[in-house]
């Protein structure tokens, strides 16, 4: 079975507020409440992850995100991206 840390999140250092076209890694997750949707970590976004997000949909809508090796691709909703706390590269 798989562990992943949890992390103190700050506010800025979530996914939902990570800067476009910047290379960045997944550190950990804000999961004190239980809340986290478990497709976060089936859909390969998993710590240390390197990833950049590509685009945002007007009006606060899903993220465009670019990660892994393979340069995989999806659209994370804002309300799950909150969830994934994210470092700089």
């Known amino acids: 079975m798989l562990k992943f840390k949890v992390v103190?999140?700050?506010?800025d250092n979530t996914l939902n507020f990570?800067?476009?076209?910047v290379l960045g890694r997944i550190c950990g997750y804000d999961n004190e409440?239980?809340?986290?949707?478990?497709?976060?970590?089936?859909?390969?976004?998993?710590?240390?992850?390197?990833?950049t997000i590509l685009y945002q949909a007007p009006f606060n809508g899903p993220l465009y995100i670019e990660f892994g090796d393979e340069k995989s691709r999806l659209a994370l909703r804002v309300e799950e991206a909150k969830f994934i706390i994210t470092e700089k590269l």
């Open 33 to 51: 409440n239980l809340k986290m949707p478990n497709k976060i970590i089936e859909m390969g976004l998993l710590p240390d992850t390197v990833f």
């Open 8 to 11: 103190n999140k700050e506010m």
């Open 18 to 21: 990570f800067p476009r076209n």
